[in-house]
């Protein structure tokens, strides 16, 4: 079974720029995350889709953030503008429901200069 | 709602024993743990759901206290590959929010 895909997995860009990050989950999973990591600090939520329906994005920083999830298959992540504190690593993890651990992908750092 | 760990980092020599604690203010439906090496993604260790449950593989075991407020990872005997960073989750049982906790950076040297 392939696991979560993040692409791509590192992204410098400069600052005011869009970047566009992508998360392929498991096959079959309804439920999708995003988190990010800061600074080697602890893990934050952003969002939580159920198949392409948003279901909690209590935790996306700004309108500067948005996340689809096209036909509830892979879901995209776009920073835009892209700002010096946006920098971090950026993870995708996906679940078959609430009674399973969640398997996440290697995350996409980005660094915004 | 972000469960709070601790310690927050311990270092062990190679053999010695480690306990991770999470706590939350409510009670939780469930807790996860992960572990997260460096550059890498966080890896799924166990989930407990049951107030007063245990279980664990190999050298690596947690515990949900009865008020379901409270989880314990227990390191022992550790190894060199147990470095990394230890984080506890918790979720609602309509798998609708999940928070992560605090994390513990655990070290294990020669």
């Known amino acids: 079974e392939a696991g979560v895909t993040q692409f791509p997995s590192h992204s410098v860009i400069e600052k005011g720029q869009t970047v566009t990050l992508r998360c392929d989950p498991i096959?079959?999973?309804?439920?999708l995350y995003w988190y990010r990591r800061v600074m080697g600090k602890e893990i934050k939520f952003l969002l939580h889709f159920v198949k392409e329906s948003k279901q909690d994005e209590s935790g996306m920083p700004n309108n500067r953030f948005l996340a689809e999830r096209t036909g509830g298959t892979y879901s995209t992540l776009k920073v835009q503008p892209a700002e010096l504190e946006d920098s971090g690593v950026y993870f995708c993890?996906?679940?078959?429901?609430?009674?399973?651990?969640?398997?996440f992908g290697s995350g996409t750092r980005l660094t915004v200069v | 709602q972000q469960p709070v760990q601790s310690p927050q980092a311990v270092i062990l020599r190679e053999g010695e024993d480690a306990v991770i604690n999470c706590s939350s203010s409510k009670a939780l439906y469930s807790v996860h743990w992960y572990r997260q090496k460096h550059g890498e993604a966080p890896v799924f260790l166990m989930i407990?759901?049951?107030?007063?449950e245990q279980k664990g593989h190999d050298k690596i075991s947690a515990s949900f206290n009865e008020k379901k407020q409270q989880s314990s990872l227990y390191l022992t005997a550790s190894q060199l590959s147990y470095s990394g960073t230890y984080f506890c989750?918790?979720?609602?049982?309509?798998?609708?929010?999940?928070?992560f906790g605090t994390g513990t950076s655990l070290t294990v040297i020669p």
């Open positions: 096959s079959g999973h309804d439920n």
């Open positions: 989750g918790t979720g609602n049982w309509a798998g609708n929010q999940f928070y």
């Open positions: 993890a996906s679940t078959d429901g609430n009674l399973y651990g969640y398997t």
């Open positions: 407990l759901l049951k107030g007063g």
